[in-house]
């Protein structure tokens, strides 16, 4: 009889949902439920929440600049995973081109740092 290799990463899937599941009903039945006007507000960042619109208002620029930075630098590690897995086998070629896509990727950071693309104003 085979082994499914599908098996151990649902078994993850299952313990980490049940987990989750865990975690939110114990929270759920043993937190404290003094619930105030400041804990039923909106959080920003520790100062009053600005008014909005009826139908929301509108969002900085830069805070879509901001998560769209986030998501291309940190799709840097999506990439780099793989590469260290296989090192071995990609040899001189895979450390090559990814010494080219680091370099890439840290001319782009080098660049939004210098126009101050990571400065919230």
């Known amino acids: 009889m085979s082994s499914n290799p599908y098996i151990p990463i649902l078994v993850l899937f299952a313990i980490g949902f049940g987990f989750a599941a865990f975690s939110v009903g114990i929270a759920a039945v043993t937190g404290p439920a003094r619930y105030n006007r400041a804990k039923l507000e909106a959080y920003e960042c520790g100062i009053e929440p600005s008014p909005q619109a009826m139908h929301g208002g509108r969002f900085p620029v830069k ?45 782009a950071y080098a660049y939004v740092w210098r126009r101050g693309g990571l400065e919230w104003d």
């Open 63 to 107: 805070y879509f600049l901001t998560a769209m930075l986030f998501i291309v630098f940190d799709i840097e590690i999506v990439f780099l995973y793989p590469w260290a897995v296989t090192f071995d086998q990609l040899g001189l070629f895979g450390l090559i081109e990814m010494a080219i896509f680091i370099g890439t990727v840290f001319v």
